[in-house]
């Protein structure tokens, strides 16, 4: 458990220029590098190129790359400078886009030629019933300046049937057979190519279909009975010209060049601001490996030739924190993102909150039936939000405290309290959290404390500190022993002598004495507003009671259990609502408040390329 965020050092990388894209995937591969530049002059030349070249690779992508293999990656994105290697791979793209061009022509045609003959299906054995004589063949041979058509028209475009028929009358078109499919009404249309121009633009603006007639042979039946054979040997050419489509691919070497374009897209996201002269580059940044060693190494496993640094970091940069934590701790990551993330001179808080958050969830919540609810419901919920293993783990700490509590869906003869029933004791439950309470701000103070000796304030703000939780601590004792009071003069003492002794001045002096008597009563407030914990554990049960009461008042067993069911899950959602609001202003207003500022940045690690040829390669395609 770090009770500060890990330290991260400045580093250099110098490489010729050529091998600036490799030396920057090698270096992103430890996962320990964040890539930042501090001077906005000396773009890499070449990289708006980069951006063009790679915005025509995802065009083409988007347009053939279902036809091509999976990107193959090797050990170095280019053998030649970047730009080259863009330009030759999209010449293998291009090689193969024109050798397949007719293919994918072919494929287009016979895809909407399948489609039709799927709708035909549907309106086939319906035409053959209604109007089994008619020669589809005859219709389908008539050819220009005639065309044939079947005009679908959804059942709620029905009413717009006579309309259409005036219309087409003025147009000097001849409606041939009206037949129903299913909820659709249908017409086969037989007259001028201009008419049916109109018929289908007609159609079009009333969400209506208008289908050519295909050549087919005799009439519905025996069409009918032919379309499962053309719709088998359209599968057959689909499949063998994408299979001719895919060999060709792999044969052009696209899946080499898919994989460059990705590793050069990566590359010209990456380094939109590294410093290059002509010659060398200079990639900097900051890094959690606390040996140069290390970046040295990921280099010559990339095959750069390059020198890795250390130097002091520029003034005008804040080091970002690298925060490890747990699979336990990550969830709660979400309370210290909501005030920023902690500097190098700060507490963590996430730890300190993944231990307060349950307990207090726990106390408030604590039903041993309801905390399996909600348990159920973060691991329900887990495919929908991140946020899923804090329920769990509330719902864990509220079946907990119902084992302390004996509290099973509000009933409290099914098993023993542990501790005590609410209710039995309900200056217990208000008096516990008020002392967890001045735990808590005590350990924030504490942790401030911690952090001014970081800082080099140890003596200063640690005396001013201690004088703090002297008083704080006395005042809170002299209500059981008046003789604890001592201990707050003591504090006060200590207060002014340590102003006197950093500043001499009697004005600083008035300052701290001032200072020290409002966060004491600001200290005191907080403290109280942990009474709101044991208020909530007590409303719990109350609300309980009332549902078992209303329950057992109602005639009839369904008619009760109805009742328990659904007054549990409205409290269940009413109280993990407000419960969730609660501990989380206790959190982020009593407990941070002593030592939290959030004023540091999240130490976020440079992307790896794209390695395996499948999230980069299935996002392009999307």
């Not at 791979?89 to 061009?101: G, N």
């Not at 499962?228 to 689909?238: G, N, T």
């Not at 920023?340 to 604590?366: I, Q, R, S």
């Not at 004088?467 to 001592?486: G, H, I, R, T």
Request: glycine share 10%.
């Amino acid at each position: 458990m770090a009770l500060r965020p890990a330290p991260t050092a400045w580093f250099e990388v110098v490489v010729p220029e050529a091998d600036a894209g490799d030396a920057m995937q090698g270096l992103a591969d430890l996962r320990t590098v964040q890539f930042e530049w501090t001077e906005t002059a000396g773009i890499a030349p070449g990289l708006d190129e980069l951006a063009g070249l790679v915005r025509r690779y995802r065009v083409l992508a988007a347009s053939y790359g279902h036809y091509w293999p999976r990107p193959a990656y090797q050990g170095r994105c280019c053998t030649l400078p970047v730009q080259v290697s863009a330009r030759a791979a999209l010449e293998q793209i291009d090689a193969w886009v024109q050798a397949a061009r007719d293919r994918v022509e072919r494929i287009a045609v016979l895809r909407e030629r399948h489609r039709l003959l799927l709708r035909w299906r549907e309106l086939l054995p319906a035409l053959a019933e209604q109007a089994p004589a008619l020669d589809l063949g005859a219709l389908a041979a008539a050819g220009p300046p005639l065309s044939a058509y079947c005009l679908v028209l959804p059942q709620k475009a029905g009413e717009a049937v006579d309309q259409a028929d005036a219309e087409l009358v003025a147009l000097g078109a001849g409606l041939i057979r009206a037949f129903r499919a299913g909820t659709a009404r249908a017409w086969l249309w037989l007259g001028a190519v201009e008419a049916a121009d109109a018929l289908c633009a007609w159609a079009s603006a009333h969400g209506a279909e208008c289908l050519p007639v295909l050549g087919w042979h005799g009439g519905p039946a025996a069409a009918a009975a032919d379309l499962p054979s053309r719709l088998a040997a359209i599968v057959r050419e689909l499949q063998t010209l994408e299979l001719e489509l895919r060999e060709g691919a792999r044969r052009h070497g696209l899946h080499h060049a898919a994989g460059a374009m990705e590793r050069i897209d990566w590359f010209q996201q990456t380094a939109r601001n590294i410093r290059c002269d002509g010659r060398y580059c200079w990639i900097t940044g900051w890094t959690s490996e606390p040996d140069v060693a290390h970046l040295e190494q990921a280099l010559a496993a990339a095959g750069v030739r390059g020198r890795a640094t250390l130097p002091e970091p520029p003034a005008d940069v804040a080091p970002p924190s690298v925060l490890r934590h747990g699979f336990w701790q990550r969830p709660f990551e979400v309370f210290a993102q909501a005030v920023g993330a902690p500097g190098p001179a700060e507490a963590d808080p996430t730890t300190w909150v993944a231990l307060l958050v349950p307990v207090l969830f726990g106390y408030m919540c604590g039903d041993v039936g309801h905390g399996a609810v909600i348990a159920a419901a973060g691991l329900l919920a887990r495919r929908l939000t991140p946020a899923w293993p804090l329920l769990v783990i509330c719902g864990v700490a509220a079946m907990g405290f119902g084992l302390a509590y004996g509290d099973v869906f509000g009933y409290e003869h099914f098993i023993d309290p542990l501790w005590v029933h609410p209710l039995d004791a309900p200056l217990l439950i208000l008096a516990v959290p008020l002392g967890f309470g001045a735990l808590v701000l005590t350990l924030g103070l504490l942790l401030h404390t911690v952090e001014s000796c970081w800082r080099g304030q140890g003596r200063s703000e640690g005396v001013a500190d201690v004088a703090q939780l002297l008083v704080y601590w006395s005042l809170l004792a002299a209500l059981l022993w008046p003789v604890a009071l001592w201990g707050a003069a003591i504090g006060l003492l200590l207060c002014v002598g340590n102003r006197l002794w950093r500043e001499r001045d009697p004005v600083a002096v008035a300052a701290g004495f001032g200072h020290l008597l409002e966060s004491t009563f600001s200290l005191l407030l907080n403290t109280v507003s942990f009474a709101r914990v044991g208020a909530f554990a007590l409303a719990h049960a109350a609300l309980e009671l009332v549902v078992i009461t209303i329950a057992a008042g109602t005639p009839g067993i369904p008619s009760a259990a109805l009742i328990l069911i659904v007054g549990n899950l409205i409290v269940i959602v009413l109280e993990g609502l407000l419960v969730s609001i609660q501990a989380s202003r206790l959190v982020l207003f009593e407990f941070f408040l002593r030592f939290f500022e959030g004023t540091g940045r999240r130490f976020d690690p440079a992307p790896a390329p794209p390695a395996s040829g499948l999230d980069s390669w299935e996002r392009g395609k999307r």
